[in-house]
Every structure is written in C-alpha cells, then in structure tokens.
C-alpha cells in the first residue's frame, strides 16, 4: 500500500462550484500533514498546512481525521485560476507526498 | 529574504556524462530534500540532507546518484554516466531546523535531458 494517495482525477468542474479532495495515508504515526499545489512544471507551493483542528484560508478549508486516517481540502467558489494539480502530503520522519489531483476549473 | 535556489534550470548532457544539480536553501534553512519527478508522475523522495550529514538517503538509486551538503555553499546532486531514464525534473527543497511541522519550501527545479 502507497504511504499517500490520491485520486489522480481530473475533476473537471465550473467555476464557482464547491469540490472537494481527499487524501488517505498509511501510517498511523504521520506527524503533520500539508497541502500543496503544483502548476504545470512549475515546483510544488505549499498552500496550506493541516491541523487536527481543521483550518481555514479563505476559500480553502483543511481537515484531519486520523481515525480514518485521511485528510480533505474543500475549495469554494472555484476560480479559473485554482486549475493546477493539489499534492497532499504527510510527515513521519520524511515527508512523502501523494501523486496529485488535478483540477480543471472551466468558465 | 530570497527562496530555494537551484541551478541550471535546465540541462542537458550526452548519455554517459556526468550531471551536477547545485540547490541553495532558503537562509535559515539547514534541512534539504531532493525529489525526482517524471512527467504526469508524482514527487518521488530521494534523499534528506542536513549540513555535512545524510540523514535519509532510502529514495536514492544504489549505483551513480549521490548528495552533499557541505558545510559552506549548496547542496549536490550528482549523477554520474547519466541514462536516458534520468531525464526528469529534480526538485530540492528547505526546511528550517526548528521543531514542528516543518513545512517545505521548493525551489523551482532542475530540468535534467539525456540525450
């Protein structure tokens, strides 16, 4: 079993639609967890870090159920410009990331 | 406060020669990771650096690939008698050292070609 993975899409939807990605890892002991975008060959943007309580950035929600042992983005009022591939990752002495999902936004 | 440096950007070597991938931290920044990836694939880890140490190297190919980080100036990746699967991106990235979620930050890669 992959240490991340994730559901290489593409999920294509409109814009201002609400989608939402998940992420699940294998090892119950990952320490922190992230959320990162990739544009096409460019390098990887941190976009946000996942805490147990859940956060929030603007349209961009985060959360953490380690019981089940995945985490989720939520994007909201999607933007053309939220089109890039979303890489989730986990920590547990290195950081290993997931191989993608990626969205297109269309008008 | 400039982010991760690599250089070249891009480069291109002959089956067979040698390739060097140069990255520079963030300042700070004594943590490095380098990570492969190949078109329409994911970030593969490759090896974890601190200064003068190798504290991970379990993603590295056994034969040709090796990785520095000396005391003064940038992490190394080298390959020697480069193949055509070598031909991807090589991305480095930097975390501070202090404890926590230790987020990392990349740099905008080396394009490796083998001809």
């Known amino acids: 079993r992959k240490e991340v993975e994730q559901d290489p899409g593409p999920f294509n939807v409109p814009e201002g639609a609400t989608v939402a990605f998940n992420c699940t890892y294998s090892n119950s002991a990952s320490q922190s967890f992230f959320w990162y975008r990739q544009d096409c060959r460019k390098e990887p943007k941190l976009l946000m870090s996942v805490y147990s309580s859940g956060n929030e950035d603007g349209r961009f929600t985060a959360q953490l159920n380690r019981a089940s042992q995945y985490i989720s983005l939520l994007i909201r009022d999607s933007k053309l410009s939220d089109s890039a591939t979303y890489l989730c990752a986990q920590r547990h002495q290195k950081v290993t990331f997931g191989t993608g999902t990626k969205l297109q936004v269309i008008p | 406060n400039a982010g991760v440096m690599q250089n070249p950007r891009h480069l291109v070597r002959r089956r067979g020669q040698e390739a060097r991938l140069r990255c520079s931290p963030m300042k700070g920044h004594s943590h490095v990771y380098w990570y492969r990836q190949l078109p329409e694939e994911g970030l593969k880890f490759m090896v974890y650096l601190q200064k003068e140490n190798i504290i991970d190297e379990s993603g590295m190919p056994k034969e040709r690939f090796s990785a520095e980080f000396p005391k003064e100036g940038p992490s190394i990746l080298r390959i020697q008698q480069v193949v055509r699967g070598d031909s991807a991106a090589y991305f480095c990235?930097?975390?501070?050292?202090?404890?926590?979620?230790?987020?990392?930050?990349f740099g905008p890669g080396t394009r490796l070609t083998v001809l």
């Open positions: 990235a930097s975390s501070p050292p202090q404890r926590g979620n230790n987020e990392q930050f």
